[in-house]
């Protein structure tokens, strides 16, 4: 085969294995977003997941999660922590303090917050109406002296935190899920179409038809059928006679030969 062939094929192979490569090796922990830097397991439910968000401010991925996932709550715009609050997780965004220019996303359970987090700490940027609410009042709340991960060396957790291996990788659910946050208005177009309520609303009752569509008009048909229908009626008084008898009329013997109507 002649050499200008075999390198044309080449340029071909070569971007096919390359993005096949890609999609092997990809972790679908992360979705494909954000690289798993650290982990802390322990019993009763507590775990912790450290990612890391390079050269991005930590508002600038609390707007990025967000938007892909709306939070219940979400922490004041703050440059060294934020918190966005999910019904089994809280994600505590925090500015690396051996390289400030990364953001640190740290994703815990509940259980661990609770068992590690310092209460005071928690309080200067979660509201305490929140946190009533996470852990069945403030007294029941958070026992440690934990202040995230940027930090760790000095707020000890009670767990260690360690190097993922593949299998934590594997295993970890993706730092964001399904869902994009954003509310649908529903269409002002005219029910038209056959959709629910006026408007497609379900809330709303649809509207009634026009004059045009029902005049309330009772119409008589023109075969003799028509007049054995006992459920009609109209507010005006019928225009047409009762069928006529086709017996013949009916005379008094003797009489004067008037000839009256059978009733």
């Known amino acids: 085969m002649p050499n200008p062939w075999m390198k044309s094929i080449k340029l071909l192979l070569i971007p096919a294995l390359f993005l096949l490569t890609l999609a092997g090796c990809g972790s679908p922990a992360v979705g494909q977003t ?13 775990s912790s997941r450290i990612y890391r968000a390079e050269n991005k401010t930590v508002p600038e991925v609390a707007s990025e999660l967000a938007e892909q996932n709306t939070p219940d709550e979400i922490s004041k715009e703050d440059p060294q922590h934020m918190f966005l609050i999910y019904p089994d997780e809280i994600y505590h965004l925090q500015q690396d303090a051996a390289k400030p220019t990364d953001t ?9 917050v609770r068992q590690n987090y310092d209460s005071s700490f928690l309080q200067g940027y979660i509201v305490a109406s929140v946190l009533d609410d996470l852990f069945d009042g403030l007294k029941k709340s958070t026992k440690g002296s ?18 993922p291996t593949i299998e934590d990788k594997k ?16 269409s002002n177009a005219k029910n038209a179409d056959g959709t629910v309520g006026s408007d497609g609303s379900l809330f709303k009752k649809q509207a009634e038809s026009s004059s045009s569509d029902s005049s309330g008009k009772i119409i008589r048909s023109s075969s003799s059928q028509s007049s054995k229908s006992s459920g009609s009626f109209s507010s005006k008084r019928s225009s047409f006679s009762p069928p006529k008898s086709k017996s013949p009329p009916r005379t008094k013997v003797g009489g004067s030969g008037r000839i009256t109507k059978r009733r």
Do not use: C, M
């Open 146 to 163: 934990y202040r995230g991960y940027s930090s760790k060396d000095i707020y000890k957790p009670s767990g260690t935190y360690r190097v």
């Open 34 to 46: 954000y690289p798993l830097e650290s982990v802390s397991t322990k019993d009763n439910g507590q």
């Open 104 to 112: 640190l996303i740290e994703v815990d359970s509940k259980e661990y």
């Open 171 to 186: 295993v970890a659910p993706p730092i964001t899920k399904e869902g994009t946050g954003s509310i649908f208005k529903r």
